[in-house]
């Protein structure tokens, strides 16, 4: 959707894709704003990522993997499935195929499970999903819900995140963890010192608020 949700006035978080992606979904809110009187900076676009780091491309892939298949039990994946489909699949096999059944179609709840959006064609996407790829129940459920993320050596991922900015596919980025506490750890120690090298983040604040930081204007207060 295009709406702010529970964000803060002047920032909206998103889980857009790749970098065509954002850039069509930034032009697209930031070409909005002009309707209520407002400029493109006056609303920053910040889409949720992940950051898989490693020594090299391919051991921060396979960290990705198994962060994923830690984060996506047999047990989750089957209780995510249930969400979509609206009846108990327990008696499914997480490393078999998906459900042939179709999704019971009842908005809201069924059997205590909240549903969301429309689950048939969620359904039918995750079909196509695990029919292109061979996957099982398990791994349609990793690969559907997995976050955007950049994964690679600390270089290549400095390099990603700051061609986003610099290709309008967004203003920043809200990190969001694998672990807590601790889970940017790596991330402030080996992949911020070389935003900062690269002039696309600071090296000191220069304000005491959110909206001091991200560049917002004061808000104009009328009454």
């Known amino acids: 959707g295009r709406g702010s949700g529970g964000c803060p006035p002047g920032w909206h978080s998103t889980r857009h894709g790749g970098p065509e992606a954002g850039r069509a979904f930034y032009a697209d809110v930031k070409r909005r ?28 892939r396979e960290r990705a993997a198994e962060i994923r298949r830690q984060q996506v039990s047999p047990q989750t994946a089957i209780l995510t499935l ?7 699949l327990s ?28 689950s048939t064609a969620i359904a039918e996407k995750w079909r196509a999903l695990a029919q292109e790829k061979g996957l099982s129940i398990r791994q349609t459920v990793i ?7 950049f994964v690679g050596t600390p270089e290549a991922v400095a390099a990603e995140l700051e061609s986003f900015v610099a290709r309008d596919a967004a203003d920043g980025f809200i ?8 889970g940017l750890d790596e991330f402030v120690d080996r992949v911020v010192p070389l935003l900062q090298e690269r002039g696309a983040f600071r090296t000191a604040y220069e304000g005491g608020t959110l909206r001091s930081h991200l560049g917002l204007a004061e808000p104009v207060w009328k009454g």
Do not use: C, F, N
């Open 175 to 182: 990190l969001v963890p694998h672990l807590t506490p601790g």
């Open 143 to 149: 690969e559907a819900g997995a976050r955007q993320s």
């Open 91 to 118: 008696a499914y096999d997480p490393d078999g195929p998906l459900p042939d059944i179709d999704p019971v179609p009842d908005p809201g709840l069924s059997q205590g499970r909240t549903r969301h959006g429309d």
């Open 82 to 88: 249930e969400q979509i489909w609206g009846v108990d």
């Open 33 to 60: 704003l002009a309707r209520y009187g407002r400029s493109p900076d006056d609303l920053k676009i910040m889409p949720g990522v992940t950051v898989v780091l490693g020594d090299t491309d391919a051991e921060a």
